[in-house]
T-cell receptor, first 114, second 113 residues
Framework: EAQVTQNPRYLITVTGKKLTVTCSQN?????MSWYRQDPGLGLRQIYY???????DKGDVPEGYKVSRKEKRNFPLILESPSPNQTSLYFC?????????????FGPGTRLTVT | AQSVSQHNHHVILSEAASLELGCNYS??????LFWYVQYPGQHLQLLLK??????LVKGIKGFEAEFIKSKFSFNLRKPSVQWSDTAEYFC???????????FGKGTKLSVKP
């Protein structure tokens, strides 16, 4: 089954404790992206990757890092989480191009930073 | 920069009522337009998309949207909503060389049985 998976689905952590949210897709998509969803703000893009070893900042990259060492994986790293990073995070992937193809979204990771 | 505006934050309807959710975008070039739906506790799913051709696009579950270029709009419609349509709806647009999705802030739809 074609899908995007994320782990963990739920995470409660404390300020400053480094964490990684994994994202994996099995559709051989070149393009992958991370979003955060906050009430009243919709989804905002954090980082995206056009292909292996090619990453770029989205609209809200501060406090986040990503890596793309393999085509299927695109982990999101929070080196020193803060409470304002409490949010619902979605990973997505699609085939490359100028947005002609729909993005497939993962199930989401709900992160709480205390 | 591109942006997407969704006019309604929360819409409450009774079953069988007609639905129209507004979406306007700002971008001068060629755009691709999407409506996504997020059911409670679930991830986003594609409802419909517009790339070119007929500006009236039909999607899943009886939804449709009309692209009006002169108004920079892509409103979502459904003639008769059901309780199961209760969800949050997001309009999104892509454009430019990278094709990144820009989302509106979403509209929550509550349908009363």
């Amino acid at each position: 089954e074609a899908q995007v998976t994320q782990n963990p689905r739920y995470l409660i952590t404390v300020t400053g404790k480094k964490l990684t949210v994994t994202c994996s897709q099995n559709m051989n998509h070149e393009y992958m992206s991370w979003y955060r969803q906050d009430p009243g703000l919709g989804l905002r893009q954090i980082y995206y990757s056009m292909n292996v070893e090619v990453t770029d900042k989205g609209d809200v990259p501060e406090g986040y890092k990503v890596s793309r060492k393999e085509k299927r994986n695109f982990p999101l790293i929070l080196e020193s989480p803060s409470p304002n990073q409490t949010s619902l995070y979605f990973c997505a992937s699609r085939t490359p191009g100028t947005g002609l193809h729909e993005q497939y979204f993962g199930p989401g990771t709900r992160l709480t930073v205390t | 920069a591109q942006s997407v505006s969704q006019h309604n934050h929360h819409v409450i309807l009774s079953e069988a009522a007609s639905l129209e959710l507004g979406c306007n975008y700002s971008y001068g070039g060629t755009v691709n337009l999407f409506w996504y739906v997020q059911y409670p506790g679930q991830h986003l799913q594609l409802l419909l998309k517009y790339f070119s051709g007929d500006p009236l696009v039909k999607g899943i579950k009886g939804f449709e949207a009309e692209f009006i270029k002169s108004k920079f709009s892509f409103n979502l419609r459904k003639p008769s909503v059901q309780w199961s349509d209760t969800a949050e709806y997001f309009c999104a647009v892509t454009g430019g060389s990278q094709g990144n999705l820009i989302f509106g802030k979403g509209t929550k739809l509550s349908v009363k049985p």
